[in-house]
């Protein structure tokens, strides 16, 4: 098990810097394509990459982040089949 701190907000994309600027450039309210439960599980797989992700669910919240905790397998252990 691991805990992932993820970040609380929406995302904001990058701003353009050449070339023809939209009218609505969409950099600050912009929505996330995924939730902010599975950026928790794609930090774990990162960060373990010899583990298997098997789920996670919601732990708590602060003002700045929220706190997942990550069930993660190793496929390469019998024990844990």
Do not use: C
Not at 16 to 25: E, S, T, V
Not at 51 to 64: A, H, I, P
């Amino acid at each position: 098990m691991v805990r992932v701190r993820v970040r609380k907000g929406g995302a904001s994309k990058i701003r353009p810097r050449a070339g023809r600027r939209q009218r609505a450039l969409g950099v600050n309210k912009f929505t996330r394509a995924i939730s902010l439960k599975n950026v928790a599980e794609e930090k774990a797989k990162r960060k373990f990459p010899n583990l298997k992700v098997l789920n996670s669910y919601y732990l708590w919240e602060d003002g700045m982040h929220h706190w997942y905790e990550t069930i993660l397998r190793d496929p390469h252990n019998p024990s844990s089949a």
